[in-house]
């Protein structure tokens, strides 16, 4: 089970950090991501971090501004987001998955499992 937290208010160009935690399991062996989903739209894809090699990817929208990493001790996973934009308003969502590749890694299907949202709100 993942449960997700660090969201709240914060002003454009601002910064915060997201946390996604796995209660009952670990982190090891699996590909972590981070999803987010504005209102009104559907659920985007916002970075993932494969496993083996650990390698980071990120959606041209917030490339160079957040960034994935993971704890494998803690079993805990984190999205920095700095440089914070009003249209980064939106319910973030972290997910795991055993079984992911790089082709299908933006992909929520592609995941089994999934934190609750945590909701990030940017005032301009």
């Known amino acids: 089970q993942l449960q997700a937290c660090g969201g709240g208010l914060a002003q454009a160009g601002g910064s915060l950090r997201l946390s996604c935690t796995a209660s009952g399991g670990t982190f090891r062996g699996y590909a972590l991501a981070w999803f987010r989903q504005a209102p009104g739209k559907e659920r985007e894809f916002v970075a993932a971090?494969?496993?083996?090699?650990?390698?980071?990817y990120y959606a041209d929208s917030v490339k160079g501004r957040f960034t994935i990493s993971r704890d494998n001790a803690k079993n805990t996973a984190y999205l920095q987001m700095s440089s914070l934009k009003p249209e980064d308003t939106a319910v973030y969502y972290c997910?795991?998955?055993?079984?992911?590749?790089?082709?299908?890694?933006?992909?929520?299907?592609?995941?089994?499992?999934w934190g609750q949202g945590t909701l990030v709100t940017v005032s301009s």
């Open positions: 971090d494969k496993r083996n090699p650990s390698r980071p």
């Open positions: 997910a795991a998955g055993a079984s992911v590749i790089t082709s299908t890694m933006t992909e929520g299907s592609a995941y089994s499992y």
